[in-house]
């Protein structure tokens, strides 16, 4: 198994709906994990962290943890044309020592 | 913003002539990544440096050096560009240890 597995999609959802991207990963000493948003030809923008167990909301995203489970999951609420890109998901694994491993990126598409 | 830059953003070169990028930071910090992203591939890391003259390698390292001699700037040198280097080059930065990295703009590297 790969180190983080992500869905490639592409996941597509009308505008208001939830958005659900979801994120496996093999070690279980992972400790950081983090989502990335990326619009077509930019750099990857940081828009969640979390490091605890549960959920943690910012806005409309929220980020769920579950470290018993190894996944890790960032849900978009009314989701907007706007939040059309590629959401990576990444981590920092036990003894990662300031590394991330990243996914290789859910592409969600909201449609008008 | 991280006040982070890379030059050139764009470049063309042929097949065995040595390349260097540059990643510039203006916010004294101690981490700094180089990546490169691929269709399949996802981001992965080349080099990374955590300190002025302290360097080690990611997991794609072959055929990429890397220097760091100021806090502001890293440097990566493809010796002898290849064709399989095609890709876009992010630089990163970490503002601490938490492990949140923020991207540069990237660079577009073609070698014919």
């Not at chain 2, 050096?65 to 010796?79: G, I, N």
């Amino acid at each position: 198994q790969k180190e983080v597995e992500q869905n490639s999609g592409p996941l597509s959802v009308p505008e208001g709906a939830i958005a659900s991207l979801n994120c496996t990963y093999s070690d279980r000493g992972s400790q950081s994990f983090f989502w990335y948003r990326q619009y077509s030809g930019k750099s990857p923008e940081l828009i969640m962290f979390i490091y605890s167990n549960g959920d943690k909301e910012d806005g409309r995203f929220t980020a769920q943890l579950n470290k018993a489970s190894q996944y890790v999951s960032l849900l978009i609420r009314d989701s907007q044309p706007s939040d059309s890109a590629t959401y990576l998901c990444a981590l920092v694994t036990q003894g990662g020592s300031e590394k991330l491993v990243f996914g290789k990126g859910t592409k969600l598409t909201v449609n008008p | 913003d991280a006040g982070i830059t890379q030059s050139p953003r764009h470049k063309v070169t042929e097949t065995g002539t040595p390349v260097t990028l540059r990643c510039h930071q203006t916010e004294n910090h101690r981490y700094m990544y180089w990546y490169r992203q691929d269709p399949g591939h996802g981001l992965r890391l080349i080099h990374y440096s955590y300190g002025v003259k302290d360097t080690d390698k990611g997991e794609v390292s072959d055929g990429y050096s890397v220097s760091r001699s100021k806090t502001e700037d890293f440097l990566l040198t493809l010796e002898s560009a290849t064709s399989s280097q095609t890709s876009v080059y992010f630089c990163a930065i970490s503002t601490s240890g938490r492990n949140e990295q923020f991207f540069g703009p990237g660079t577009r590297l073609t070698v014919l």
